[in-house]
């Protein structure tokens, strides 16, 4: 996949007019290169995303996504 097949057949049509119509909604990309070319985040510009660290090897995607949504609804995480 190419960062410009990316951008053109699923960020544009796809992503972008879902997370309009979804606010607050948050965007988790992987480390796969074509997400993380600068194409791909120009794009994303006006969606939120996970901050860099969720894309941590180090850091389980899951966990981040718990913290994040625990910390959005006011629950305090362990």
């Given at each position: 996949m190419t960062k410009q097949w990316?951008?053109?057949d699923i960020l544009l049509p796809h992503v972008l007019p879902l997370m309009q119509w979804l606010?607050?909604?948050i965007f988790q990309q992987d480390n796969a290169w074509p997400y993380t070319r600068r194409v791909s985040k120009g794009?994303?510009?006006t969606v939120t995303t996970l901050p860099w660290?969720?894309?941590s090897?180090?850091?389980s995607p899951i966990e981040h996504?718990?913290?994040h949504l625990g910390?959005?609804?006011g629950h305090p995480t362990i």
């Open positions: 990316y951008v053109h606010p607050g909604a794009c994303l510009n660290l969720a894309c090897l180090d850091l996504i718990w913290h910390w959005r609804i």
